[in-house]
């Protein structure tokens, strides 16, 4: 039977060291690597697959993983400082790449296979 206590999301990427590189050195997440592909550790004992696609990698065209942060205004302006770039959503966010717009503030920002994060306050 399943073990939905064992349970955990996946996504794929381009390259595996580019999206380790990135996962490590820039958003400062930890990581492991068994078999070619990557764990992603995350608070609370969760973790999440990214798995190599190759060349045959689509990007999501929605949110895969969103990083609760205090101070999402602090959070922008560290990560564009490592050379993240904020996605513009016309009429949505601001020049900072910020939904200001109702609900919590919210950023987003792409890996280097282009699958859409988000830094969003807690």
Do not use: C, Q
Not at 43 to 52: D, E, T
Not at 97 to 106: F, Q, Y
């Amino acid at each position: 039977m399943v073990d939905a206590t064992k349970a955990f999301s996946g996504f794929s990427v381009r390259d595996v060291p580019e999206a380790r590189a990135f996962y490590e050195d820039v958003l400062g997440v930890e990581v492991s690597e068994d078999h070619g592909m990557l764990f992603l550790h995350l608070g609370g004992g969760h973790r999440v697959l990214v798995y190599p696609k190759g060349p045959a990698h689509e990007a999501a065209s929605f949110t895969v993983l969103n990083f609760p942060v205090p101070d999402v205004d602090a959070a922008v302006e560290e990560l564009t400082g490592k050379g993240v770039s904020f996605l513009p959503y016309e009429g949505m966010t601001d020049e900072k790449g910020v939904n200001r717009k109702g609900g919590p503030l919210i950023a987003w920002f792409t890996d280097p296979s282009g699958n859409v994060l988000s830094v969003i306050e807690d």
